[in-house]
Structure formats: structure tokens, C-alpha cells
């Protein structure tokens, strides 16, 4: 008998969904080679609700639509929050699972772990330990609350196992695995190379710069906001930057009244967030990319395209020590020089993490359906 019989899987928003399909097909796959009957129910909440920040991508991962969509929308952290763990609670109460299985560090992993745990249901939490140290930052205060609460942790790089350890968590609660989001990757790159992304976008193999942007740290704040667009007309002028723009990103500039002056940067080409696959296209190709999301960091190391991170800190340390990124902040010189030396011609060569091999959904699949 499988360690787990029903297990509820929790999407939010959009960097969920390529961590939860690899390990939802490894269960589906262990379970069908040892004829254990496991009951998976995918729900998501709905956080990220337009159609390029979610369903999109469930096609393209092949995964099955939710079971539920809880539908809780956008609002501050606490009524995002609050609402998810409201709508939550009942679908636990109904389905009665024996583990929540939550992902990553957004608002719906600890709304959905939070709920679990009070209802007595274990939680696992894929990609556990990563710690920036910065508590202002929503995302680092969800992966402490969530890890503490979390009955099964699995880690994607060593420094995260380190993190646990120092925070007391029980080593056999803690098993590396890998990183899931390499599952995803590894499998849908021959696909992504095939697609006509960059004809689409009006860029060329390997001559433009891959940007995204969304921390709150860097684009609420006006100034900082306006600090960057001068930045980045200024990086264009060395490579045609590419920038799918966020909703966020895109509201702040609407609301400081700056979007038509962003859009007519020259060589800045501004497209809406994209699909998986393009996206995905878009990083193989680029010369550089700079960015302050979490798992572009890692995306990037692997691919091994040198990736400048517009942040002050990473939870990702191993995307620096073992990988093709570097800390920079958003400091207008600084994100220059290193945007050149990114841009000086470079090895072929270049190291990835310890089992970042495509292979972590199944390690945690033989964890949860062990006997
Ligand atoms: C969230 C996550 C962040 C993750 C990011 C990836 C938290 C605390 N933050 O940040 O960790 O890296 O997603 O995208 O959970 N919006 C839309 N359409 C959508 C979703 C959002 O228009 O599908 C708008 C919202 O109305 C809001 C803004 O975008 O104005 C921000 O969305 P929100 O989910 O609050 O946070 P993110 O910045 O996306």
C-alpha cells in the first residue's frame, strides 16, 4: 500500500505549473507500474487568472484541467491570502486527501499548507529550503511559514538542505531531489526549438537581450521604475532588448502614466507574458538575459545563458556558485558592466547542479508512494 492514496495538488500562479506537471505524470506512471491506486486532484486558485498567466500553460505541460478552480483573483496579500484558505478549506474537508502537495513560495502555498496542516493533513512542499534572508520580500516569508509546517521537504539544491538543518527542521523530513522545474524543461526543449518564436518577435538567434521584470521591490516604486526604463534604453543600445511584460509591471507604468514612453524605447520590443514553449524558445536564443524571477535564475543556468539577476539578494545560490548567474541589484552602472561582460564571447562549457537531470518528479513520486 502506497505511503499516500488521494493527493491534492495546489497551483496558484504561473511559475507552479511546470513543477506540479512533471511530478503529477511521475505519479500517475509509478502508480500505474506498481498497481497502486492513487487519486490525484489538481486544484487551482485561481491567483493568476488571466489566460497568458494560466491556462495556456496547462496545454502546453499536457497536464488535465484542475478538478477545482477555486477562482480567488488578485488583492492584497492578506485578502489574496485569507480568500484562498477560505475556499481551500472546504475542498479538504470534501475530498478528504491523506497529503496537500504545494510548490514553490507564492501565496497559495502557504494559504493551501496553512489549511492542511490545521485540518491534520500532511503537507509536502517541492522546492523547500531556498531562503533569500530577506523578509521583505512576500515570497521568502511564505517559504518559512510553509517549510515549518511541511511534514515531507524536498530540496533542490544543497543550500537548502543547509537552510533546513540550521532552522531545525528533522533531517528524515528533508530529501533532495532535484529540481522539478528541470523535469519540465529537459522535456520540452526540443519542442520549444522548433517554434517560430523569434520570427514572431522580431529578434534573431543569439542578438537580443531577454528581459522580465515584476519584484515588487523594483517596479513599485516610481523612482526605482523610472531608474530602470533609463537603464534598459540604454542596454538596448547595445543588443534589441525582448521584454514579455507582467501585469504588474504593465499596471505601475499605466499608473505612473509611463507605458507610451516605455513602448517607444528604441530596440526595446515589449510583447504580453508568454506561453511556456515561447518563453522557453525566447531564453535558448538570447545572449543574455536579466531578470529579477526566481526560476529564470535557474531556467538560465542550465541552458547556460548568462543570466544577470536585478535583485540584492538569491535564494538560488547555486545558480551563482555552480551556474551562469550573477547578483547585480538595479544599480544603472552596474547592471551595464555586467550586461557587457555578459555580452563578451564565452565558453561553451558550463557546469549544472547536482541532479538538475530531469529525473526529480520521480524521486519524489518513489518518496510519496513508497510503502
Ligand atoms: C506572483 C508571486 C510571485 C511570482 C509571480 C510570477 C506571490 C506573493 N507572488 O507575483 O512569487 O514570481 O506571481 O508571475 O504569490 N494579474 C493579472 N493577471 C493575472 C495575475 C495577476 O492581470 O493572471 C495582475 C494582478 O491584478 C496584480 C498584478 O498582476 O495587479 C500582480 O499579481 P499578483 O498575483 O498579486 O502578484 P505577482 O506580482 O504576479
Not at 172 to 184: A, R
Request: aromatic share 6%.
Amino acid at each position: 500500500m502506497p505511503r499516500y492514496r488521494r493527493i491534492v495538488h495546489v497551483i496558484g500562479a504561473r511559475p507552479n505549473y511546470m513543477k506540479i506537471a512533471p511530478i503529477y505524470r511521475a505519479i500517475e506512471q509509478h502508480a500505474a507500474a506498481t498497481a497502486a491506486g492513487v487519486e490525484q486532484i489538481l486544484v487551482h486558485t485561481g491567483q493568476h487568472y488571466s489566460p497568458e498567466m494560466s491556462t495556456q500553460f496547462f496545454d502546453e505541460l499536457n497536464m488535465p484541467r484542475p478538478d477545482i478552480n477555486l477562482e480567488v483573483g488578485s488583492g492584497s496579500h492578506a485578502v489574496q491570502t485569507a480568500r484562498i484558505m477560505e475556499a481551500f478549506e472546504p475542498v479538504l474537508t470534501e475530498r478528504q486527501p491523506d497529503l496537500v502537495l504545494v510548490v514553490g513560495d507564492v501565496n497559495s502555498t502557504i494559504a493551501c499548507a496553512l489549511d492542511a496542516k490545521k485540518l491534520h493533513v500532511d503537507v509536502a512542499h517541492v522546492e523547500a529550503g531556498l531562503r533569500s534572508f530577506d523578509m521583505r520580500m512576500p515570497e521568502e516569508v511564505n517559504r518559512v511559514m510553509t517549510d515549518r509546517i511541511s511534514d515531507l521537504l524536498f530540496t533542490t539544491e544543497e543550500s537548502g538542505n543547509r537552510n533546513l538543518q540550521a532552522e531545525g527542521i528533522a533531517d528524515d523530513k528533508v530529501f533532495f531531489v532535484g529540481n522539478c522545474m528541470i523535469d519540465s524543461l529537459v522535456s520540452h526543449l526540443p519542442k520549444a526549438r522548433s517554434r517560430p518564436t523569434l520570427e514572431e518577435q522580431g529578434v534573431t538567434e543569439g542578438n537580443y537581450v531577454l528581459v522580465t521584470l515584476h519584484r515588487p521591490s523594483n517596479v513599485d516604486d516610481p523612482d526605482t521604475l523610472k531608474q530602470l526604463m533609463g537603464t534598459l534604453a540604454e542596454a538596448a543600445q547595445r543588443k534589441p532588448i525582448l521584454i514579455p511584460l507582467h501585469p504588474r509591471t504593465r499596471g505601475n507604468l499605466e499608473r505612473f502614466g509611463w507605458l507610451d514612453k516605455f513602448l517607444a524605447i528604441p530596440d526595446l520590443k515589449v510583447c504580453e507574458p508568454l506561453g511556456y514553449l515561447d518563453f522557453l524558445r525566447c531564453q535558448t536564443g538570447a545572449a543574455a538575459i536579466l531578470t529579477d524571477s526566481g526560476g529564470i535564475q535557474e531556467e538560465s543556468t542550465y541552458l547556460g545563458v548568462p543570466c544577470i539577476t536585478m535583485r540584492e539578494n538569491t535564494e538560488r545560490p547555486a545558480t551563482i556558485s555552480q551556474g551562469t548567474n550573477r547578483l547585480i541589484g538595479n544599480d544603472r552602472e552596474q547592471v551595464l558592466t555586467a550586461l557587457d561582460e555578459a555580452l563578451s564571447p564565452r565558453s561553451a562549457e558550463h557546469p549544472v547542479p547536482p541532479l538538475w537531470d530531469g529525473k526529480a518528479a520521480e524521486r519524489i513520486a518513489a518518496v510519496l508512494l513508497s510503502a
